[in-house]
């Protein structure tokens, strides 16, 4: 589904990528030869910690050890820290939550989805990716599907009568394996990128279809970067071409996602598009940030200008669209380029804190994109609303472009047409931690 948000008024403000911001953690940072210096105004220390001695990529994954261990256990951030960094002094372990105890944010997200059909439908089959996924950044808790008419699972009629009312059919997000059921009504499972889908079906008669998801994420900040600390983006795109037996996991996993898809193809027009955003011997992610804003700034938001079969090569001819051919367009030239990208489904915040302005696709379910670096792994920046993927985004699912991760979609028989009407809301929960 395509969001129909208006664009704002205002950018959000590029951010600074000067070679002055202070650097996150990287495997590019060079490890000093004598352990730091600790400033005089610190707590006083009497020993050499471990984690003075940690170089910065190592810290850096340590940290996302924590998180994990958040995540899995239902610790916070400085019990699990402190699980991971036992034999290390307390005051020391500040260094990491300085990393990983960002702020939080908990979010509820219902997404609706009705269609009313102008004839009568006799048989519907079903594919829904709407149960969204648990990821170092986002906790699910308490997702729900409600789907109305009663799937045939459900019906106690078994189509011999009237509709059954609109019943929650799946509850519970917190489940880490896909295990398929006889009573599994949904018949769930986990696609090829670890995305939660599930099928219906309807064998009845009906002339509409009611589907809403509602569930809770609670957010945090994802670890800093410094963009200019990544890779030239020559090298990256060298090591994502074929080399049979060299490749470790994270790069066959990205290598997938530097192949051409039907909505995000490699095309020539697209690598023209970006060549100027990515000279030779630039750090990748300073490419990736200047593309997003080109595209950014460069782009028209159009909810009426294009369609959902709009391809990224149509898209870069119009110059316009909306956050789905935003987000194919980034992908398209990035492809092009012969590095990885991958694209996100989600939502993004209703009401954004006092202050900020309203970013656009609000209401309406949203799309961004992931670039692979070698450094930091996936790193996802929105080019709609030219900011990097925070604690207003919540991850849905993600796959090669829309197509493999479409919300909604089915097959059915009869006359019956009917244009989907959209409607999201995602609302803070409880007060903010800062």
């Not at 495997?27 to 730091?36: G, M």
């Not at 020559?234 to 994270?250: C, I, K, S, T």
Request: glycine share 6%.
């Amino acid at each position: 589904m395509t969001p129909t948000s208006p664009k704002p008024a205002e950018k959000p403000p590029t951010p600074a990528t000067s070679a002055g911001a202070s650097p996150a953690p990287g495997k590019a940072a060079v490890p000093p030869t004598n352990p730091p210096v600790i400033p005089a105004d610190d707590a006083p220390v009497t020993e050499t910690s471990v984690l003075d001695l940690t170089r910065a990529d190592e810290l850096h994954e340590l940290t996302v050890t924590a998180a994990a261990a958040r995540l899995t256990a239902g610790q916070t951030v400085a019990q699990a820290a402190r699980l991971v960094f036992s034999p290390v002094p307390a005051h020391q372990v500040e260094k990491v939550l300085a990393l990983a105890d960002g702020p939080t944010r908990r979010l509820h997200v219902r997404h609706e989805t009705t269609y009313d059909y102008d004839a009568a439908v006799e048989l519907a089959h079903h594919l829904a990716h709407l149960r969204p996924r648990n990821t170092a950044e986002q906790q699910v808790q308490d997702w729900a599907l409600e789907i109305s008419p009663a799937p045939d699972a459900l019906r106690t009629d078994r189509g011999k009568g009237d509709i059954v009312a609109p019943q929650r059919v799946f509850e519970g997000a917190d489940v880490h394996d896909a295990v398929e059921t006889d009573g599994d009504p949904l018949r769930q499972g986990l696609d090829g990128w670890g995305n939660w889908r599930c099928s219906f079906s309807h064998s009845v008669v009906h002339d509409s279809l009611r589907v809403v998801s509602t569930f809770s994420a609670e957010l945090c900040r994802p670890p800093p970067i410094n963009a200019e600390l990544s890779p030239p983006w020559e090298d990256v795109a060298e090591r994502l071409r074929y080399h049979p037996g060299e490749l470790d996991d994270a790069e066959r996993e990205a290598v997938e996602f530097a192949l051409t898809s039907y909505y995000a193809p490699r095309d020539a027009a697209l690598r023209r598009y970006a060549a100027s955003m990515f000279p030779p011997g630039r750090p990748l992610l300073l490419g990736a940030l200047a593309l997003m804003h080109e595209i950014n700034e460069g782009f028209d938001f159009r909810p009426h200008a294009t369609s959902v079969a709009t391809r990224a090569t149509d898209a870069l001819r119009l110059r316009k669209g909306v956050c789905q051919d935003f987000a194919h367009v980034m992908i398209g030239a990035l492809r092009s380029l012969g590095l990885a990208a991958r694209y996100v489904s989600g939502y993004l915040l209703t009401r954004p804190p006092p202050g900020q302005a309203r970013l656009v696709g609000a209401d309406a379910s949203h799309a961004w994109v992931a670039v692979w670096c070698p450094l930091h792994g996936w790193v996802a920046l929105d080019p709609t609303n030219a900011v990097r993927v925070g604690l207003d985004h919540v991850t849905l699912a993600w796959g090669r472009d829309y197509a493999d991760v479409a919300p909604l979609r089915g097959v059915i028989r009869g006359s019956g047409r009917a244009v989907p009407q959209v409607a999201v809301t995602v609302e803070p929960e409880e007060p903010e931690v800062a």
